[in-house]
């Protein structure tokens, strides 16, 4: 059984251009969240989708945009890189009614802005 | 505003001794706390829940404690082994009824097991 895999595995961009980040939930679950961990942090949240609709948002700017897939997978985009939003981007899936909606991890994605 | 904040960047406990890792929380809308577990290189791991109508959750070594007048929890691992030493973080939600949970996490413990 699969869990969380997200891809790329680490990514290096200059400012002011544009990432997506890939997520494909473990089998069976239909919600996903999405987190940045910077250095020496505990992940933030970022937003969440289920059924295809962003559910909950935590405190980014409209750069951070995602859309999620009929088959749950989900992309995070963020426009307008800064040098701020180096960090790990963490993929975390769920499903209603498992264990009080505990989230799994994927290993994540390591951007580096330069 | 650190809504849940772990004081202890670092432990270091000998195999076989508990080790007790702390967590503070100031939102007393949160219902729902969870520990996980992260080596380098890899994702959070979930290690074991609470929720606010308890005060105590067993799950083999793992025991995590709940005092919600002291809005403090905290995570007995027993008897600690070397494999136990990583990072483990303190989240908290105030929606897991819903199904939307959004987790807001303190900034991780450094563990460290010596044999």
């Known amino acids: 059984d699969a869990g969380v895999t997200q891809s790329p595995t680490h990514l290096i961009k200059t400012r002011g251009q544009q990432v997506t980040l890939r997520c494909s939930p473990k089998s069976g679950h239909d919600t996903v969240s999405w987190y940045q961990q910077a250095l020496g942090q505990g992940p933030q949240f970022i937003f969440q989708y289920y059924e295809e609709e962003e559910r909950q948002r935590g405190n980014f700017p409209d750069r951070f945009s995602g859309h999620q897939f009929p088959n749950y997978s989900s992309e995070l985009n963020v426009n307008a890189l800064l040098l701020g939003d180096s960090a790990l981007y963490l993929c975390?899936?769920?499903?209603?009614?498992?264990?009080?909606?505990?989230?799994?991890f994927g290993a994540g994605t390591r951007l580096s802005v330069l | 505003d650190q809504q849940v904040k772990q004081n202890s960047p670092s432990l270091s406990v000998q195999e076989g001794r508990i080790s007790i890792l702390n967590c503070d929380y100031t939102n007393s809308m949160f219902d729902y706390f969870l520990w996980y577990k992260k080596y380098p290189a890899e994702g959070p791991t979930f290690l074991i829940s609470i929720s606010s109508i308890k005060d105590k959750n067993e799950d083999g070594r793992f025991t995590v404690f709940l005092n919600k007048s002291a809005k403090h929890l905290s995570l007995h691992i027993v008897p600690s082994q070397p494999g136990d030493s990583a990072v483990y973080f303190c989240a908290a939600s105030a929606s897991w009824n819903t199904g939307f949970q959004k987790l807001v996490f303190g900034t991780g413990t450094r563990l460290l097991v010596s044999p």
């Open positions: 975390a899936s769920s499903l209603v009614g498992d264990r009080g909606y505990i989230q799994y």
